[in-house]
C-alpha cells in the first residue's frame, strides 16, 4: 500500500503550488514557515517546502482501504532531493517517531535519504504496528534533515493527526539556513500564535490593481513589497499608518507574492491578478 501511496504523492507533487507565511524568527538564522494546510479523504495529498527554495521537500498522504479495513498515513521526502526524515526502520518498514517540542533534531536517528514512512496504520480498528503517530497527536514534531548542494541542515514539521487516523493538519515547520547548525523541536516560533501570525499575512490583499493593507498589529516600521514569481520585487511602498491603499497600475495578470515586513518580521502570501 504503501508503494502505490507514494506513486500518487509523486504525481500531485509536480503539480502542486504552496502557500504559506513566512518570516525570519528571532532565533539568527531560523527560517520559520506558517502552513496550515488540512489533509482529509476528501483532500488526502499535500506537499510543503520547508526550506523555501521553490521545490517540495515533504509530501504527505491518507490511503483508504475499506477491502482492507485499513487506513494509512504515510509521507517522505519527495523530488529526491537527499532529504530524511528522523525515525526507525522496523521489520523492513520507516516509521517516522513523533517528537516532542524542545527535542534535539540533529542528535536523531534518520531512515534513510528520500526514504518513504509510514506515519498511522490501523487495521480492523487496531493499530499492530510500531507507529509513533497513531491514537490521536496534537503538537507532534517530524524531524527533518535537509539536503540543500553539499550542506545539512536540520528542521521540523508540526502536525495534528486526528484519533481516528483520517484528518492531518499541517500547523508550520522552520529549519536552519545554518548549515549542520544545531535545530530543536519548535525552534523558531514567532512570538505571536499562528492565528494571529495568519492574520497579519492576511491584512495585506489586492482587489483588481489596487493594494490593500489593514494590520491588525501596531508597528514602528512597515513596507509592503509584490514580488513576481521569478523573485523579482516589481514595487515596494512603505506604509505611514495601518490602514493604506496603493495603484498597482498596469500591472499584468498573473500570480505575486505579498511581502509585509514589519518590525523585522517578514508575512509572505501569494495574490493572483486577473
Do not use: C
Not at 491514537?135 to 528542521?155: F, R, S
Not at 501570525?197 to 495585506?204: C, H, L, P, R, T
Amino acid at each position: 500500500m504503501n508503494k502505490e501511496l507514494q506513486s500518487k504523492l509523486k504525481k500531485y507533487s509536480a503539480a502542486a503550488v504552496a502557500v504559506a507565511a513566512t518570516g525570519i524568527s528571532a532565533d539568527a538564522q531560523v527560517v520559520y514557515n506558517m502552513v496550515n494546510k488540512t489533509l482529509n479523504l476528501a483532500n488526502p495529498i499535500d506537499s510543503v517546502d520547508i526550506n523555501a527554495d521553490g521545490t517540495f521537500d515533504l509530501g504527505m498522504i491518507i490511503g483508504d482501504y475499506p477491502s482492507y479495513s485499513s487506513t494509512t498515513i504515510a509521507g517522505g521526502p519527495i523530488n529526491s532531493q537527499g532529504h530524511a526524515m528522523a525515525g526507525s526502520t522496523v521489520s523492513s518498514f520507516n516509521y517516522p517517531f513523533k517528537l516532542n517540542s524542545g527535542d534535539q533534531l540533529n542528535t536523531q536517528l534518520f531512515l534513510p535519504d528520500d526514504a518513504f514512512g509510514s506515519f498511522t496504520i490501523v487495521v480492523a480498528g487496531s493499530n499492530p504496528f510500531y507507529s509513533h503517530w497513531n491514537g490521536g497527536i496534537t503538537d507532534g514534531y517530524l524531524g527533518m534533515k535537509l539536503k540543500v548542494g553539499a550542506n545539512t541542515h536540520y528542521g521540523w514539521v508540526r502536525m495534528d493527526i486526528t484519533a481516528d487516523n483520517k484528518t492531518i493538519v499541517i500547523k508550520d515547520m522552520a529549519y536552519n539556513a545554518t548549515p549542520s547548525g544545531a535545530m530543536q523541536a519548535g525552534q523558531g516560533h514567532p512570538q505571536f500564535g499562528i492565528e494571529s501570525y495568519e492574520a497579519i499575512a492576511n491584512s495585506v490583499w489586492i482587489t483588481g490593481n489596487i493594494l490593500h493593507t489593514e494590520l491588525l498589529a501596531g508597528f514602528t516600521t512597515a513596507a509592503v513589497s509584490v514580488i513576481d514569481i521569478s523573485g523579482k520585487t516589481i514595487q515596494t511602498f512603505t506604509l505611514s499608518g495601518a490602514v493604506n491603499t496603493f495603484d498597482l497600475g498596469e500591472l499584468a495578470a498573473g500570480t505575486y507574492v505579498l511581502s509585509l515586513t514589519m518590525d523585522g518580521n517578514t508575512f509572505n502570501k501569494k495574490a493572483v491578478i486577473y
